[in-house]
C-alpha cells in the first residue's frame, strides 16, 4: 500500500489564506461559512489546536453560533443550548 | 494546574510558533503531557480531604480516592438532590465529574458525539470537567481527543476551560487557554 504524505497546516498559511479571501470579497456571508465549515474540520481532526482555532475563527463574524453547535455535536441543538447563544450574542450587541 | 497533576508540578509552558505546523495528525497535542497516574501516585505526597464522603456514589468516592492519591486536595460538597451530582473542588478549581458507561453508538463518531454532547451539558457548573469513561466500551484516547476537540468547537463562548478523559487506553487532558 503506497505510504500517503500528510502536508500539515500552519497557522500562519491559514491565517494568511482566510485573510486574503475575506479582503477579495469583504462582508461575505458565503465565505464566512465556508472559513467556519473549513476550520471546524481541521479542529475535529486534530490538524490544528484549539489555541490556532480560537484565533482563526476570531477573524470571522459571529454567525452561524447555533449551525456550528450542530455540526461539531452531530445532533440539533436543544432548546436550552439555543438560549444560551441567543443571551450570548444580545450581550454582544449591548457591547458594540 | 491540572487537578490531576500534583501540586508541587506545573504543566510545561507551550511554545507555539506559527511557522511550525499547528499539530501532527494523530499525534498528541503539544499544550499538556500526557499524564503517568502509576508514577505520580508514587512520588507525590497524599492530598487532603475535605468535606464528607457521605452520599457519594462508588464512581465519585473512587474519583476522590484516586485524586488524593495523586497528591491532589479535594473538597466534596454533595449533592442536594438526586438530580444533580456531588460537586468538587480539585486543590481549590471546581471540577465537574461525569461518567459514561452506557453510550450504544461505540462508533468513534457516535462516541465522540456523545460524549462532547456530556461535556457541553457540563460546561453550566464548571468550566473544568472531568469524565471518567474508563468504563464504556469502545473508548480509546483518540475518540477522546476527537470527543475534547469536538466540545471546543461547539463552546463558541470558550467557557470550557479544561477537559480530561479518562479511559482504559490511557487519558487525555486538554486545555483552552495557554
Known amino acids: 500500500m503506497e505510504k500517503k504524505t500528510v502536508c500539515l497546516p500552519t497557522e500562519e498559511e491559514l491565517s494568511n489564506r482566510l485573510l486574503k479571501h475575506l479582503k477579495w470579497r469583504p462582508g461575505s456571508t458565503e465565505v464566512a461559512l465556508l472559513w467556519k465549515g473549513y476550520l471546524a474540520a481541521l479542529l475535529e481532526w486534530s490538524l490544528i489546536e484549539v489555541q490556532a482555532y480560537d484565533r482563526l475563527i476570531a477573524h470571522l463574524p459571529k454567525i452561524a453560533l447555533k449551525e456550528s453547535h450542530e455540526l461539531f455535536l452531530g445532533e440539533p441543538i436543544t432548546p436550552e443550548q439555543e438560549k444560551v447563544i441567543d443571551e450570548y450574542l444580545a450581550g454582544q450587541k449591548e457591547n458594540l | 494546574m491540572p487537578p490531576d ?14 511557522k511550525e505546523p499547528v499539530a501532527a495528525a494523530g499525534a498528541p497535542a503539544p499544550e499538556e503531557p500526557e499524564r503517568d497516574e502509576g508514577a505520580e501516585q508514587g512520588a507525590a505526597k497524599r492530598g487532603a480531604l ?3 464522603l457521605d452520599g457519594l456514589t462508588d464512581a465519585e468516592k473512587e474519583f476522590v480516592e484516586r485524586q488524593l492519591a495523586a497528591g491532589n486536595d479535594v473538597e466534596t460538597i454533595p449533592a442536594t438532590n438526586e438530580q444533580r451530582s456531588a460537586d468538587f473542588f480539585i486543590n481549590g478549581v471546581r471540577t465537574e465529574l461525569k461518567t459514561v458507561s452506557r453510550i450504544v453508538d461505540t462508533s468513534p463518531d457516535g462516541l465522540s458525539g456523545a460524549i462532547s454532547s456530556r461535556i457541553m451539558d457540563a460546561r453550566g457548573q ?10 464504556q466500551s469502545g473508548m480509546t484516547k483518540d475518540v477522546a481527543e476527537r470527543a475534547i476537540k469536538r466540545a471546543f468547537g461547539a463552546d463558541g463562548r470558550g467557557r470550557i476551560s479544561r477537559v480530561t478523559i479518562e479511559t482504559l487506553d490511557g487519558t487525555v487532558v486538554r486545555s483552552r487557554r495557554q
Open chain 2, 5 to 18: 497533576a500534583p501540586k508541587d508540578e506545573s504543566p510545561p509552558a507551550a511554545v507555539e510558533s506559527p
Open chain 2, 50 to 52: 475535605k468535606g464528607s
Open chain 2, 126 to 135: 464548571s468550566s473544568v470537567i472531568y469524565i471518567d469513561a474508563r468504563a
